[in-house]
């Protein structure tokens, strides 16, 4: 293996842990990152006016201002892969602290579920995530949740983080109906009660409802930091426009494909080439199994990878 594609696969793999093993673990493991306590914010109260939306969809909940949103069907995960979503689901659990509880207890019961967050905040910890599922008994603790009263609605119950609180901590949980719960952190709040007022936002990310797992991406510039350590990194992505993609499974194992449509015929040129360094450093790691199987190919600023992951490859990962 050349040094320049040792070089591109070893950058890779540290870009990889700085946008936030949390969040990787998070979308793989089917959980929320930490809410951890740290600098402090409010939950902001923003005007409220008559709902006239009393049923939702799921991803009708996002708010525009997210770049990114990850869509897993958690219930056909586990039919699927079995012993191996439950040890991504282990790895997770290790990394969770006791203020993940609700979060985890719902993740359990969930069917799908759904994270959305900003690239450019992606370490701070803002999101909004939705659960579908067997949800309609759970609570939070009341000693730091208070109901929200008058409610926004009817059909909507929202419990509201007492007093101060991290901004990667969980500021309002909404339950609506018996089987969807969305756990909110302090800068989103405005934006989901806006949606659940209003109606959904124009824009929104949109992943597709298929397979085990799919996302939706709007292109932004990297945090600063990062772009600074990882500058020839932070030029990639600023070049890309939208990336959309799904995870399925097939017979021989785990199936990625993802488009990416980059802003101009040079940025999908240096993604192409970004990616295809990448692979071939991986064939010469004791991952190559895991890289055999990515196909990249360029059409103009369109993008496409397709990736076959054999399962046993992926559980070789998971356990290392």
């Not at 055999?292 to 046993?312: F, H, I, K, S």
Request: charged share 30%; aromatic share 4%; hydrophobic share 45%.
């Amino acid at each position: 293996m050349s040094s320049k594609r040792g070089s591109a696969c070893e950058l890779d793999e540290e870009v990889t842990r700085q946008l936030g093993r949390r969040a990787l673990l998070g979308v793989l493991g089917l959980a929320l990152a930490n809410v951890a306590c740290g600098s402090s914010t409010s939950a902001a109260n923003s005007p409220r006016a008559p709902s006239k939306k009393q049923r939702f969809d799921a991803i009708e909940l996002f708010p525009a201002d997210l770049d990114v949103v990850v869509r897993v069907d958690l219930a056909r995960m586990r039919a699927s892969l079995g012993p191996v979503a439950d040890g991504l689901s282990a790895r997770v659990g290790s990394e969770m602290d006791a203020r993940d509880e609700l979060a985890s207890r719902a993740i359990q019961r969930a069917r799908v579920a759904w994270i959305g967050t900003r690239i450019a905040d992606i370490e701070t910890g803002d999101r909004v995530m939705v659960i579908e599922g067997d949800v309609e008994d759970l609570r939070p603790d009341p000693s730091l949740f208070e109901v929200l009263d008058p409610p926004l609605s009817d059909a909507i119950k929202t419990f509201e983080r007492r007093g101060p609180l991290a901004r990667d901590a969980t500021a309002r949980i909404h339950l609506l109906g018996g089987r969807t719960m969305v756990f909110v952190s302090g800068v989103e709040v405005d934006g989901v009660e806006r949606v659940l007022l209003r109606g959904a936002d124009p824009g929104r990310r949109d992943p597709p409802a298929e397979g085990l797992l799919s996302a939706d991406l709007r292109g932004r510039r990297l945090p600063v930091g990062l772009e600074r350590k990882f500058p020839s990194i932070g030029a990639i992505v600023r070049g890309v426009k939208r990336a959309r993609a799904s995870v399925t499974m097939v017979d021989e194992g785990l199936r990625a494909d993802v488009e990416v449509v980059a802003a101009s015929d040079a940025a999908g040129s240096k993604l192409e080439g970004f990616l295809t360094a990448l692979r071939e450093g991986g064939q010469g790691s004791r991952y190559a199994a895991l890289f055999d199987g990515m196909r990249v190919e360029r059409l103009e600023q369109a993008v496409r990878v397709t990736w076959l992951v054999p399962l046993e490859m992926l559980r070789v990962v998971v356990e290392s």
